[in-house]
């Protein structure tokens, strides 16, 4: 069973940063492509980032370029998201998410059907 635990949200001023990491279990991490998502309060869950599983692949919405880095680490099975200068907007639950890359080493999708397995989530909350 694929189980996906994601950790390192909490409370942080604006301009601040944030590692975000994802623990991926039950099957092996190399061959699926990985994603972080967020939802605020009343809004739909949003793409931020993905990352294939080769080649280093990226994909990252508007919002987030320049600030936002994806990587991950296959020895450990961990995906990060490392969050830079952070807004008050930024602040959501952040979930991530895994899928099988069938069509090769360079997929990612910023499409949340796409992704079969997700986590709890973690919240991050910017403050003003």
């Known amino acids: 069973q694929v189980h996906l635990v994601e950790s390192g949200g909490g409370l942080v001023q604006a301009g601040g940063s944030l590692r975000l990491s994802c623990a991926v279990s039950?099957?092996?991490?190399?061959?699926?492509?990985e994603a972080w998502f967020r939802q605020a309060p009343g809004m739909e869950r949003e793409f931020v980032a993905g990352?294939?599983?080769?080649?280093?692949?990226?994909y990252y919405a508007d919002s987030v370029k320049g600030r936002f880095t994806i990587s991950r680490d296959n020895g450990k099975n961990t995906v990060y998201l490392r969050m830079n200068s952070l807004k008050p907007e930024d602040t959501a639950t952040y979930y991530c998410?895994?899928?099988?890359?069938?069509?090769?080493?360079?997929?990612?999708?910023?499409?949340?059907?796409?992704?079969?397995?997700w986590g709890q989530g973690t919240q991050v909350t910017v403050s003003s």
């Open positions: 998410a895994s899928a099988w890359a069938e069509v090769g080493e360079s997929w990612v999708s910023p499409q949340q059907g796409e992704y079969p397995y």
């Open positions: 039950g099957r092996t991490f190399s061959r699926y492509a």
């Open positions: 990352i294939s599983w080769g080649e280093g692949n990226f």
